[in-house]
């Protein structure tokens, strides 16, 4: 059973075009993120849901939007995508925010905008 | 900007050495948390120190932490080669709601 599993786990597209990244958890957690790793691995957040609310948009370009349909679930919508859009992104949850618990991670989504 | 600073940056020992990671953050937090990826993998929790506390023990990892010098200190004893993998600190701030980590230590066991 994958706690939180992600797809595609690669992604190839063209500058311009519009691309998803979907999030699901099974591990009844009220809180997801989504990371951004650059190819230095630094780790930085972009996103935060806590039971389908937005609590964190780390001035991240519009072009990127999130949506939680329900807890379980926080997808990444991506607009017009630009060759600086290329990292790896990941998903997490966690039992509660800011309540000390340790993030379970997805396996991360490559993608590679050319 | 980054919470945590590593150190080293990369690091390389023998099986069944010790290993010693450390890491410096800026804020007041409420944990501190050490994660380990593999390469082309996510991240996987290892430990998580309360502010509080001064020391955790979990199998061959024991963590430090020193709130008054705001450090950390990661020690895995007798190393394996599965343990060859990036190692991550981050920190949950106070009424920051999230993980802010650093930027990693690179770790090769060679057997």
């Known amino acids: 059973d994958t706690a939180v599993s992600q797809t595609p786990k690669y992604l190839v597209t063209q500058m311009g075009n519009d691309k998803s990244i979907k999030c699901e958890q099974n591990?009844?957690?009220?809180?997801m993120y989504w990371y951004k790793q650059d190819s230095k691995k630094f780790l930085k957040i972009m996103f935060s849901?806590?039971?389908?609310?937005?609590?964190i948009n780390e001035t991240v370009p519009n072009r990127f939007s999130p949506k939680s349909p329900d807890k379980a679930h926080l997808n990444l919508h991506i607009n017009s995508l630009e060759l600086g859009d290329s990292a790896v992104y990941f998903c997490?949850?966690?039992?509660?925010?800011?309540?000390?618990?340790?993030?379970?991670f997805g396996s991360g989504t490559r993608l590679t905008v050319v | 900007s980054q919470q945590g600073e590593e150190d080293p940056q990369a690091l390389s020992i023998q099986e069944g050495e010790n290993a010693t990671m450390n890491c410096s953050y800026k804020?007041?937090?409420?944990?501190l948390q050490w994660y380990r990826q593999n390469s082309g993998r996510g991240l996987v929790h290892l430990i998580l120190?309360?502010?509080?506390?001064r020391e955790k023990h979990s199998g061959r990892l024991r963590v430090t932490l020193d709130t008054s010098k705001k450090s950390s200190s990661l020690l895995i004893t007798a190393s394996r080669a599965a343990d060859t993998a990036s190692y991550f600190c981050?920190?949950?701030?106070?009424?920051?709601?999230?993980?802010?980590f650093g930027a990693g230590t690179i770790l090769r066991v060679k057997s």
């Open positions: 591990l009844g957690h009220d809180t």
């Open positions: 981050a920190t949950d701030r106070e009424y920051g709601n999230k993980l802010v």
């Open positions: 849901y806590n039971n389908k609310e937005l609590i």
């Open positions: 997490a949850s966690s039992r509660e925010v800011g309540a000390g618990y340790g993030y379970t």
């Open positions: 120190i309360r502010s509080n506390e």
């Open positions: 804020t007041s937090i409420n944990n």
